[in-house]
Nanobody, 121 residues
């Protein structure tokens, strides 16, 4: 059974930094994409950043986080890291890790439990 375990959320002041981590475990054959969404109560979940694998690796970011957030991946550990700098109050949300992968139980999306990020003075 695939599990995604997140860590690194918390409370930070505007302008501060946080680093989120997400580790995928289980009987995983390959990972096609991995990244983060975020959601504010009452709003749709939005893609923050994703890294895809295939012929070439690509990293995509929401316009609202470009230049401030950096997504990286450790393939050996099936882990992604989201470095968030220059945080703003509007970055406050629950951040969900996701992975689009091929595992023993099939192909599809898996989600983490979510981690709260609060940016406030």
């Amino acid at each position: 059974q695939v599990q995604l375990v997140e860590s690194g959320g918390g409370l930070v002041q505007p302008g501060g930094s946080l680093r989120l981590s997400c580790a995928a475990s289980g009987s995983i054959f390959s990972i096609r994409a991995m990244g983060w969404y975020r959601q504010v109560i009452g709003k749709q979940r939005e893609l923050v950043a994703a890294i895809t694998s295939g012929g070439s690796t690509r990293t995509n970011y929401a316009d609202s986080v470009k230049g401030r957030f950096t997504l990286s991946r450790d393939n050996a550990k099936n882990t992604v890291y989201l470095q968030m700098n220059s945080l703003k109050p509007e970055d406050t949300a629950v951040y969900y890790c996701y992975a689009d992968l091929h595992a023993r139980d099939g192909i599809g999306y898996h989600w983490g439990q979510g981690t709260q990020v609060t940016v406030s003075s």
